[in-house]
């Protein structure tokens, strides 16, 4: 089946600085990814769609300043949490092919600012 | 308002005994329910996607069913290594790019 890389898949930085997280689809073109941010014990919240060539689209809530996501081909999306606080800490996955069929999820990253 | 809702919230087995978890679902038009597995610190792993009412996918211990309100995710005999957290989720009616998520099984198979 398709695949869809999240790197890095463990990240901690310090507070106030920024970190780039990146979601490639291996072995298919992706238009359009998704990114999430799970809380323990909770289910996937999604944060943005993102969108080759083109601006991001929010969710309600999410500070579009905050989480940059560029989509600059068709196989690499990047999420980037900027000047990151403690209460940014979680774990952020991306996915790829959602379009009525099944949605291919990256391995996740464990963001730990401290 | 498309809600999806998962039971029960945990389940605790021993290795072998087989059991069901549900997913019942009230989506004006269904577009699909999906299964996922997800193992701790990892992203979801898809499972089976179930179109409509009466169809069934199998792999391995693992056996989906539709009904017209709720899926089940059956488990045969399960081992170890099948505890995970199970998900199932379907596409907003009125965005399909927008998943409605259940908030998943916590599965524990005790050997």
């Known amino acids: 089946g398709a695949v869809v890389s999240q790197h890095p898949s463990r990240v901690i930085c310090k507070s106030g600085t920024s970190v780039k997280i990146e979601c490639r689809s291996l072995?298919?073109?992706?238009?359009?990814m998704f990114w999430y941010r799970q809380f323990p014990k909770q289910s996937l919240m999604l944060m943005a769609t993102?969108?080759?060539?083109?601006?991001?689209?929010?969710e309600q809530g999410v500070e579009k300043d905050k989480f940059l996501i560029n989509h600059a081909s068709l196989t690499l999306s990047t999420l980037t949490v900027t000047s990151a606080h403690p209460e940014d800490s979680s774990f952020y996955i991306c996915?790829?092919?959602?379009?009525?069929?099944?949605?291919?999820f990256g391995q996740g990253t464990r963001l730990t600012v401290v | 308002e498309d809600q999806v809702t998962q039971s029960p919230e945990a389940l605790r087995l021993q290795e072998g005994e087989s059991s069901s978890l549900n997913c019942s679902y009230t989506?004006?038009?269904?577009?699909?329910l999906f299964w996922y597995r997800q193992d701790p610190g990892k992203g979801p792993e898809f499972l089976f996607t179930?179109?409509?009412?009466?169809e069934e996918k199998e792999k391995e211990r693992l056996k989906a069913t539709l009904t017209k309100k709720e899926s089940f995710l059956h488990i045969t005999a399960p081992k170890p290594e099948d505890s995970a957290t199970y998900l199932c989720?379907?596409?907003?009616?009125?965005?399909?790019?927008?998943?409605?998520w259940g908030l998943g099984t916590s599965l524990a198979v005790n050997p």
């Open positions: 996915s790829a092919g959602n379009r009525g069929t099944e949605a291919f």
């Open positions: 072995d298919f073109q992706a238009t359009t």
């Open positions: 993102s969108n080759e060539g083109s601006k991001a689209t929010y």
């Open positions: 989506v004006s038009g269904l577009r699909g």
């Open positions: 179930l179109y409509s009412a009466g």
């Open positions: 989720l379907t596409p907003d009616a009125g965005n399909n790019r927008k998943l409605i």
